[in-house]
């Protein structure tokens, strides 16, 4: 992924093109371009643990939202 820096919301971004890392890595993990719509989402929500296994893809942010709202959505 090269070099990264956080950002002021506590999300790795790649220096090269500001990118966020999350949305990189889960592109890579499907083998697709994420969706502009499409929320990548920390299962253990800590934003700086970007490990495939760690992100899941929303279809959108209401959908995240809700996911948000449930304890225990897992």
């Known amino acids: 992924m090269g070099w990264f820096f956080t950002d002021k ?11 966020l890392i999350h949305r990189k890595v889960a592109s890579k ?3 697709r ?4 719509k499409e929320v990548v989402h920390h299962l253990n929500r800590n ?9 899941y893809v929303f279809k ?5 939202n ?5 304890d225990d959505w897992w």
């Not at 919301?9 to 990118?19: C, I, L, P, V």
């Open 9 to 19: 919301k506590g999300y790795k971004r790649s220096t090269t093109d500001n990118e």
């Open 66 to 70: 809700k996911a948000h709202k449930k």
């Open 47 to 55: 934003k700086l643990d970007n490990r495939p296994s760690n992100l």
């Open 33 to 36: 371009t994420i969706g502009e």
């Open 29 to 31: 993990k499907l083998g």
């Open 60 to 64: 959108s942010q209401n959908s995240h």
